[in-house]
């Protein structure tokens, strides 16, 4: 029996014994489909959270060419864009949503709990995407 042969075996008896839970093979698969090498990052630069009760959650994003406010209410993002054109992107772990940009304002609703950003294209064609947040 050569090294392949023993490791095909072992691969075999991992997946008979101890096989990677489906979730795991899901979240790995939509972490990479919605990696971005080639975007340029917004990095939060202010956040407002209600302390008490259930009111909105206000982000502001900026790059070098975008800024991105964003309001999050139960399972609404809205936001406004300066600097980008054409559709604003709302993007979870497991979920993509393109909705138009009108007049620097987008909305999206039904958008799951949890981690989002928001990807957008400068007025220069650069891709931008904002930091994960939880929403």
């Given at each position: 029996m050569?090294?392949?042969?023993?490791?095909?075996?072992?691969?075999?008896?991992?997946?008979?014994f101890d096989p990677v839970p489906a979730g795991v093979l899901r979240d790995a698969s939509a972490a990479l489909a919605l990696r971005s090498l080639?975007?340029?990052?917004?990095?939060?630069?202010?956040?407002e959270v209600l302390v008490r009760g259930d009111g909105p959650l206000s982000l502001a994003f900026e790059s070098d060419r975008?800024?991105?406010?964003?309001?999050i209410i139960d399972d609404v993002v809205r936001g406004f864009v300066t600097?980008?054109?054409?559709?604003?992107?709302?993007e979870t772990p497991r979920s993509r949503r393109a909705v138009p940009i009108t007049d620097g304002w987008f909305m999206v609703t039904e958008?799951?709990?949890g981690l989002v950003r928001i990807r957008?294209?400068?007025?220069?064609?650069?891709?931008?995407?904002?930091?994960?947040?939880?929403?």
């Open positions: 050569n090294d392949d042969d023993f490791l095909d075996v072992l691969r075999a008896a991992a997946d008979k080639d975007a340029e990052l917004a990095a939060l630069v202010e956040s975008v800024t991105v406010s964003l309001e600097g980008a054109e054409g559709e604003a992107v709302v958008v799951p709990p957008v294209t400068a007025l220069d064609g650069t891709p931008v995407v904002t930091q994960w947040a939880r929403g």
